[in-house]
């Protein structure tokens, strides 16, 4: 298979699920798959969410997940395997609507142009969590004052907690043990202001 895509990785969709799991939110899975013979070709973590009476396909662990992609072989033509997931996606009866968020410039996802009707607009092709570049050189003045609300709100609330530590976790373990306490917090979050209809059947 091609290198490992963070957020379309093993640990990272199963921390999601088991986040999901442990508040009791249930997510009605898909992971699509095209073989070639006997060899795995592609991987589409997908999964499906009900907002009000329509079924919306999505990646897997949206609105975590930081940009939408596949997972295929190097041999593998990315454009052809992509039209032939999009094919099969028309096919399933149970989603009204494929929606796409942060499909990266030059990913296959982003490369085929019959793609775009389904990509939402005005969201970032890069990763916003990882992508510090547009951070460069920036001060709480290119905030908003919106922004430098939240801002001082959050540090507010992170302050009554008394003293935070920050650490570089490069054990493996370690990661993935704190990607299931993020993902559970995460959630939870989610939860406070997601009408249950949208995560459930």
């Known amino acids: 298979m091609a290198e490992p895509v963070l957020f379309q990785s093993y640990d990272w969709c199963v921390a999601w699920l088991r986040a ?7 997510q009605n899975v898909r992971i699509l798959t095209i073989w070639r013979g006997d060899q795995l070709a592609l991987i589409w973590p997908l999964e499906i969410r009900r907002v009000f009476v329509f079924r919306v396909l999505h990646s897997l662990a949206d609105p975590a997940t ?10 593998e033509n990315g454009q052809q395997l992509v039209q032939l997931a999009l094919s099969t996606i028309r096919k ?33 092709a890069t990763a916003p969590a990882l992508d510090f570049t547009s951070l460069a050189g ?17 540090e507010r ?4 907690l008394g003293t935070v530590e920050c650490k ?7 990661q993935q043990e704190l990607g299931s306490s993020f993902f559970c ?17």
């Open 20 to 26: 999901c799991r442990a508040a009791g939110l249930r």
């Open 66 to 75: 930081q940009y939408s992609d596949i997972l295929k072989s190097h041999e």
């Open 92 to 124: 399933w009866k149970d989603v009204d609507v494929l929606e796409l968020r942060r499909v990266r410039d030059g990913s296959a996802l982003g490369s085929l142009r019959n793609l775009s009707p389904f990509m939402v607009p005005d969201t970032q």
């Open 138 to 154: 920036a001060t709480a003045d290119h905030r908003s004052s919106s922004s430098r609300s939240n801002l001082r709100r959050h």
């Open 157 to 160: 609330k992170i302050a009554a």
């Open 168 to 174: 570089i976790v490069d054990h493996p373990r370690a």
């Open 185 to 201: 917090v995460h959630v939870s979050r989610l939860s406070e202001w997601i009408k249950p209809a949208v995560c459930r059947e």
